[in-house]
């Protein structure tokens, strides 16, 4: 088990505004699983990822991530835990404009003090890793989408995380572009890599070991899909 | 750090170039004041070491003695009379009549060039004992000792013919660099001076030297007893006039200078602000990855630091050269150019800091951000 959450809340706004985004979701997520999360928009997927991410805290319930709850962790512990155990992968790519795609790869090495020599040598790895090796001194402005998130790949795997986050990785590509962004990631999940996307396209969907469905915050129904049962 | 921050400056090309010129415009505005006030501070106080054991009497004035040399004349007779005085060492004592040749560029300076008529025979109670190269004394009315700003001005050597006011005169000497007054002197037989600037039997001041340094306080009160219209400064009461000038200078220089380094801070600052305004969302996804808040206050600063310290630097040449179109001198002081990166050290660190400040408090959701 990498990361489980026992009764989760989250409560935007208050009074007549008030919005339960998440309510009460138990999640389990297993080493080597490749999740995603499906739903209608405005269900709680993101809000729920963010929870996952540690980046948004839960209004109520908790998250425990590789035996430690989030929630009794400060702010510094927690961007340690951002930094070092968790990568993720925005729909916008979000990479650092005025860096090269090497550059952008190397951050989150850097910030882990880890030394220019050693970060950039695991940078042109991971870039090769995802076929960019042409590519490593390319702004993200000269590069496609498709190629700006398989940068946005290789960050998130700068620091070995334990968990891989991606929230519509594929929502700003085109079909094209997305297969392959699926291939890569499918890819990393052989390779033991455990991944939770959220999606709301079905086709994607049908290529994950493991589908949860939401709604209205809560999770409606969980389904094993076949390949699942292949690779288990 | 550095790295990220010499790519954002490097990324934005448009806006870091005009930040750094206002950082330029301010700071080598900065540079000359200083320099400008160094050098003439450093100026008063030679002049005034070099007084040590000296009296000088000038025509008595609203602001008391004045700086500026050749401002006011006294009569002939009036000198001697003073010169005649007990526990004046005469022969270390000289009317000496002061008018410029070329004036200054910087106002209220005493002048780039200028004739100092002498007593003849009296030459070194101007200047002084120093080691003169050439004759030390003038014994045609044709022969001229030159400063050592002089020489530079006229490219003079010994023995070479220069023209002030359409004479002819004959190197005889040249001085070593002594202070900016002496420095500037074209020294001449006094009669010569009132000759061809035509200040008949008139002299600017008188120079004394008492018999006895110890009663230097005492000369100067017999002379002003002697005769009420003039004024007789000693070392110490020029010190005192000068530090009062000078602290009156230092206080408009320090408000300018601050002024300016205000101005330039702002301009750092309120760039800042707009480059992490601009910038929330990849702030927000710095922290998203993982960069703490330490890392982005690092990161802000050193970009301000930068540019800030980019145009401190680039200010230092500027200004010498500024100096030297504007006032004709290669003027430039190296301890001055350590405070300038220090104050731009400063400067950069301090216009971080608030906008730092903000982008530190970025939410990592902010990454989230549609734009
Ligand atoms: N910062 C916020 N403030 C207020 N309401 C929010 C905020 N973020 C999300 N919500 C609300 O929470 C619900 C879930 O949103 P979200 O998790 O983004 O859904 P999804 O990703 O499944 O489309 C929605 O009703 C949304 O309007
Ligand atoms: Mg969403």
């Not at chain 1, 009460?24 to 996952?52: E, I, Q, R, W, Y």
């Not at chain 1, 040598?121 to 390319?138: F, I, N, S, W, Y």
């Not at chain 2, 120079?207 to 219209?229: G, S």
């Not at chain 2, 906008?355 to 951000?369: K, Y």
Request: glycine share 8%; aromatic share 4%; proline share 3%.
């Amino acid at each position: 088990m990498i990361i489980q959450t026992k009764n989760l809340w989250k409560t935007y706004g208050s009074g007549d505004t008030q919005v339960n985004a998440l309510r009460g979701v138990d999640l389990t997520v297993n080493k080597g699983d490749f999740l995603a999360l499906v739903g209608p928009s405005g269900c709680g997927k993101s809000t729920l990822l963010h929870m996952l991410g540690a980046m948004d805290t839960p209004s109520r319930g908790e998250i425990m991530l590789e035996g430690r709850e989030l929630g009794k962790l400060g702010e510094g512990q927690l961007t340690d835990v951002r930094l070092e155990r968790l990568g993720f992968i925005f729909q916008t790519f979000n990479l650092v404009p005025t860096l090269n795609a090497l550059e952008n790869v190397m951050l989150p090495m850097k910030f882990a003090g880890i030394s220019r020599r050693e970060a950039k040598q695991k940078a042109l790895c991971l870039l090769d890793m995802v076929g960019l090796k042409e590519r490593t001194r390319h702004l993200p402005a000269q590069m496609s989408g498709g190629q700006r998130q398989r940068v946005a790949i290789a960050r998130a795997l700068a620091n070995d995380p334990a968990l891989i986050l991606a929230d519509e990785p594929t929502g700003n590509l085109d079909s094209e572009n997305s297969e392959k962004i699926m291939e890569l990631l499918q890819n990393l999940n052989r390779k033991g890599r455990t991944i939770v996307m959220v999606t709301h396209n079905p086709e994607l969907a049908e290529r994950v070991n493991r589908v949860v469905y939401m709604k209205d915050g809560q999770l409606a129904e969980l389904q094993r899909n076949t390949k699942d049962i292949q690779s288990a | 750090m550095i790295e990220l921050a010499i790519k954002n400056i490097w990324g934005r090309k448009t806006r870091s170039v005009l930040t750094i010129m206002g950082v330029i415009v301010a700071m080598q505005l900065y540079i000359i004041l200083s320099t400008i006030m160094g050098s003439y501070e450093k100026d008063v106080q030679k002049q005034i070491s070099n007084m040590a054991g000296r009296v000088i009497v000038q025509l008595k004035t609203e602001s008391g003695a004045s700086f500026l040399p050749g401002s006011n004349v006294i009569k002939e007779s009036d000198a001697k009379e003073v010169m005649g005085l007990q526990g004046v060492d005469n022969e270390r004592s000289t009317p000496v009549l002061i008018q410029a040749i070329v004036p200054s560029k910087v106002p209220n300076a005493p002048p780039t060039v200028m004739a100092a008529g002498i007593e003849k025979g009296k030459e070194e109670a101007y200047f002084g004992n120093v080691e003169v190269d050439g004759e030390s004394k003038i014994s045609k009315s044709s022969d001229v000792i030159l400063g050592a700003g002089a020489k530079e001005f006229y490219k003079a050597k010994l023995g070479d013919s220069i023209t002030v006011r359409d004479d002819k005169f004959t190197v005889v000497g040249i001085l070593p660099e002594i202070n900016s007054q002496i420095d500037a002197s074209v020294v001449m037989n006094l009669a010569t001076a009132q000759e061809i600037f035509v200040r008949p039997s008139l002299v600017s001041s008188v120079m004394l030297t008492a018999t006895q340094v110890d009663k230097v306080v005492e000369l100067a009160k017999k002379v002003t007893e002697l005769n009420p219209k003039l004024t007789a400064s000693t070392s110490e009461s020029m010190k005192k006039s000068a530090d009062e000038m000078l602290e009156g200078q230092r206080r408009f220089f320090a408000m300018i200078n601050n002024t300016v380094v205000a101005v330039a801070a702002f301009i750092v600052m309120i760039v800042m602000v707009m480059a992490v305004f601009e910038r929330r969302k990849e702030i927000g996804t710095l922290k998203a990855i993982g960069a703490s808040r330490a890392k982005i206050l690092g990161i802000i600063v050193t970009e301000s630091l930068t540019l800030s310290l980019i145009g401190g630097v680039m200010a230092l040449p500027i200004s010498v050269l500024l100096i030297r179109l504007v006032f004709g001198g290669w003027l430039f002081d190296t301890s001055q150019w350590g405070q300038t990166i220090a104050v731009a050290v400063g400067l950069g660190i301090f216009a971080g800091l608030w906008p730092a400040w903000s982008a530190q408090r970025v939410n990592p959701l902010e990454s989230l951000r549609y734009e």
